[in-house]
Structures are given as structure tokens and as C-alpha cells.
């Protein structure tokens, strides 16, 4: 079953391609279903949570993250995302010792599992991440946390452009 992704610039019927396109991938998830290799679980920050600690501002969290990169670096995972963006300017003023924690615990994970961690742009580039974060992690270990809608607000595709000299898609 050949398929092709819905390119929106270059399409005859740009409609017709993605529902076709869509159709394809329905069919496939329904007659050859494959089980992932390893069950996802995911960790998120909801509502609760922001309420719980809204003493405390989202960037101040340093501790708080840190905890929860330990306890994951000690499950040893076969892999975290975190669709957290790093810090690009250090708190430690604010926090002391915030930075060192989240350095410490990002390092132990890192030696146990593989990462990924969310890049955002700030407008046409890349929003930078403070030194002391990114010297320790690579660029593999960086992934764009957004995506390309398509007219239909469903994501389809990803920008070629931000693939990785290994294919990983940034």
C-alpha cells in the first residue's frame, strides 16, 4: 500500500490528498496494527498541577523538575521526552542551588536512559537554552516541540529542514 503525505503548496485537490492520505493511515492502524516495542507512559504538568504550585512560577520549578528527572533517571526508562523547554537564563539569584539540582539530575538521566528535550522558536530561529544546559546535552538530544498544521488543524507532516545529520527528526 504506497502512500504519499499531503503536500499543501503542490496539491491538485489538497482536500482529496488528505483525506486520502488519512484513510491510508486508518487502514493501516486497522488491518496491520503494530504494538510498540515499549508502552509509553506519560508525565504531564495539567491544571491540578499548576494549581498545586501556583505559589511558585513555572520557571522557578528547578527543584521540583530536578526530583522528577532523579526518580525517572532511577527507574531507568527506555527513553524520556520532555516536553519541557530548558531554561535560557539562569535563575540562580532567585534559586540558589535550583540550577545545580537540574544540572545534577539531567546528567544522571542522561547516563541512564536517552533524552529529548523541547526546543520552541522565537520567531524564524531556535529559542536558545542557557550554556550550562546545553553543553551537557547534545543535539540529539533537543527536539522541536512544535508542529505543522494543515489547513484542517491535524499534523501530518514535519519541516525537512529540521532533521538531524543522524535523520532524527529535531
Same mark, same amino acid.
Given at each position: 500500500?504506497?502512500?504519499?503525505? !499531503? *503536500?499543501?503548496?503542490?496539491?491538485?485537490?489538497?482536500?482529496?490528498? @488528505?483525506?486520502?492520505? *488519512?484513510?491510508?493511515? /486508518?487502514?493501516?492502524?486497522?488491518?496491520? #496494527?503494530? $504494538?510498540?516495542?515499549?508502552? #509509553?507512559?506519560?508525565?504531564?504538568?495539567?491544571? %491540578?498541577?499548576?494549581?498545586?504550585?501556583?505559589?511558585? !512560577?513555572?520557571?522557578?520549578?528547578?527543584?521540583?523538575?530536578?526530583?522528577? &528527572?532523579?526518580?525517572?533517571?532511577?527507574?531507568? $526508562?527506555?527513553?524520556?521526552?520532555? *516536553?519541557?523547554?530548558?531554561?535560557?537564563?539562569?535563575?540562580?539569584? &532567585?534559586? #540558589?542551588?535550583?540550577?545545580?539540582?537540574?544540572?545534577? %539530575?539531567?546528567?544522571?538521566?542522561?547516563?541512564?536512559?536517552?533524552?529529548?528535550?523541547?526546543?520552541?522558536? =522565537?520567531? *524564524?530561529?531556535? =529559542?536558545?537554552?542557557? $550554556?550550562?544546559? %546545553?553543553?551537557? &546535552?547534545?543535539?540529539?538530544?533537543?527536539?522541536?516541540?512544535?508542529?505543522?498544521?494543515?489547513?484542517?488543524?491535524? =499534523?501530518?507532516?514535519?519541516?525537512? %529542514?529540521?532533521? /538531524?545529520? /543522524?535523520?532524527?527528526? @529535531?
Amino acid at each position: 500500500l504506497a502512500y504519499t503525505v !499531503p *503536500d499543501t503548496d503542490f496539491a491538485a485537490f489538497p482536500q482529496l490528498q @488528505r483525506f486520502a492520505f *488519512d484513510r491510508q493511515m /486508518n487502514l493501516l492502524r486497522e488491518f496491520y #496494527p503494530r $504494538p510498540a516495542p515499549v508502552e #509509553p507512559v506519560l508525565i504531564g504538568a495539567d491544571e %491540578s498541577t499548576m494549581e498545586a504550585f501556583k505559589e511558585e !512560577p513555572y520557571t522557578l520549578w528547578h527543584f521540583h523538575l530536578a526530583q522528577t &528527572l532523579e526518580a525517572l533517571a532511577h527507574a531507568e $526508562p527506555a527513553a524520556v521526552g520532555m *516536553d519541557i523547554v530548558l531554561p535560557e537564563h539562569s535563575y540562580e539569584r &532567585l534559586l #540558589p542551588g535550583g540550577q545545580l539540582a537540574l544540572i545534577r %539530575s539531567l546528567v544522571l538521566l542522561k547516563q541512564r536512559t536517552k533524552v529529548s528535550f523541547a526546543l520552541t522558536r =522565537a520567531g *524564524d530561529k531556535l =529559542a536558545p537554552v542557557h $550554556p550550562s544546559y %546545553s553543553r551537557m &546535552l547534545s543535539e540529539e538530544d533537543f527536539g522541536i516541540d512544535q508542529v505543522l498544521l494543515d489547513p484542517d488543524r491535524v =499534523a501530518r507532516r514535519f519541516d525537512e %529542514s529540521e532533521v /538531524n545529520k /543522524n535523520g532524527a527528526v @529535531r
